[in-house]
């Protein structure tokens, strides 16, 4: 049983002692009989590799590509086929924290990179090694905000990623943190009910928001800093080639999620999360920072800097205990935007932009949907259904299309990227014309 455990047979006995068991069956007491396997697990017998091909080649063929028309987070941008060919070399993969930087360089400089491109696209002063997602990274932004300022009240717009706010409200329950959302008006953050609230630690809105919509936050920073609070903005970053970045308007804290850069879909992870910030809070970040120095030979080095803010240094004194980072997704992002530049991204927005309007559009003139919000949208934007649209759903699948995303009140939210052409639009809209 315990072949493949570097523990011995004293070991085992020893730390059981310690805790007052008697067998290691002990641990696990708590878990009803009733779901516990029996017996051995009948497996199947071992197969060659020709074999073993053959089998995973038949699995294979029960997967299904579809066509994507949904977002909520998640996008299906094209990712450039030089991008998992560099990332995958064998150099680069490594769960290794680079705590030894003459071991280390080139791990430490596409870090540095990374949080160099990051700072670029959001006009703020510093920026983290990364995180696991741009949930956790909207979590951790509130806690900074928790510790900078200590009160214990966060307001966070309606018009937040839904799972974004649960994982936040996750992170806020054992500190105490009360959340109060901030309501909606025509799909936009009230900022009449911010000027409403007092004594608050923070507010954290999303540009563009849960809707698509682009909202206008220019007035909120002065409203938010006179209650000597901070201002924390999840954004897509491949969006920020093309809007106002956080910087321009007044952001303390910006946060968000990487995949829109170039990061397949691949079931939901893994992506990567950034946080940047300004330079009077950068030794209140989580995660690691990688700074650029000079070695005894007065040669370029990086490094890991800042340390004593870690949870590898002070433990529980650490400014948060997310301890690793997504760094090889960070690779790809670093490598995806190196690629691009700004006119790449810019022309991702362009194309995206030019096809969601026209799937918006389309989608109108089958009056089969009514429009909800006027509002200008980039590549993500609502309408209501004349039908339920969870009833078509599987319809849509079984036509290789994935349909938008069902929210409250017959609302549909539909996303669309660059890899969706004309052609490809034109023949979802009949799609979905023909299964009704």
């Known amino acids: 049983m315990f072949k493949y455990f570097p523990q011995t047979t004293y070991d085992i006995k020893h730390m059981l002692g310690v805790i007052g068991l ?174 409403s609230q007092t004594d608050y630690a923070a507010v954290v809105v999303q540009n563009p928001n849960y809707y698509g919509l682009i909202e206008d936050y220019h007035n909120f920073a002065e409203v938010i800093h006179k209650e000597e609070a901070l201002f924390i903005m999840n954004n897509d970053p491949s969006t920020l080639a093309v809007i106002s970045s956080p910087e321009e308007l007044g952001v303390d804290i910006a946060v968000g999620d990487g995949q829109s850069l170039g990061i397949p879909l691949s079931f939901g992870g893994p992506y990567v999360g950034y946080l940047a910030t300004t330079k009077k809070l950068m030794r209140r970040m989580p995660g690691r920072i990688v700074g650029v120095t000079k070695d005894i030979d007065g040669k370029r080095a990086f490094v890991l800097t800042l340390q004593a803010r870690e949870q590898h240094i002070r433990r529980c004194r650490a400014t948060s205990n997310i301890c690793s980072n997504q760094s090889l997704m960070a690779l790809w992002v670093t490598v995806y935007l190196s690629l691009m530049g700004t006119e790449g991204l810019e022309k991702v927005n362009e194309i995206s932009y030019v096809n969601s309007h026209y799937l918006h559009d389309k989608l109108l003139e089958t009056n089969l949907f009514e429009k909800v919000y006027d509002e200008n949208f980039l590549k993500e934007f609502v309408l209501k259904a004349k039908f339920d649209p969870k009833l078509i759903e599987r319809k849509l699948i079984d036509k290789n299309y994935l349909f938008g995303l069902p929210l409250n009140d017959n609302r549909v939210l539909f996303a669309v990227t660059e890899k969706s052409s004309i052609k490809k639009i034109d023949l979802f809209v009949e799609a979905i014309k023909n299964v009704l």
Do not use: W
């Not at 497996?43 to 038949?58: D, G, K, P, Y």
């Not at 491109?117 to 920026?127: R, V």
């Open 22 to 195: 008697s067998t290691v069956d002990d641990l696990f007491k708590m878990v009803p009989r009733s779901i516990i396997k029996k017996g051995k697990i009948n497996l199947n017998n071992s197969l060659n590799e020709i074999e073993l091909i053959e089998n995973m080649t038949e699995i294979s063929k029960l997967n299904k590509s579809l066509e994507i028309f949904r977002g909520a987070g998640s996008y299906d941008h094209h990712t450039p086929s030089i991008i998992p060919y560099l990332v995958q070399r064998s150099e680069f993969l490594t769960s290794y924290t680079p705590y030894q930087p003459e071991i280390s360089q080139g791990t430490l400089q596409y870090i540095f990179e990374f949080q160099s491109m990051i700072t670029k696209l959001t006009g703020l002063y510093i920026a983290n090694a990364s995180m696991y997602d741009g949930a956790t990274s909207t979590a951790e932004a509130v806690l900074m905000a928790y510790n900078s300022t200590n009160k214990n009240k966060i307001l966070v717009s309606a018009t937040l990623n839904p799972n974004t706010i649960e994982v936040i409200k996750t992170y806020a329950k054992n500190h105490q943190i009360e959340i109060i959302l901030v309501p909606e008006t025509n799909g936009k953050t009230s900022l009449e009910f911010i000027k």
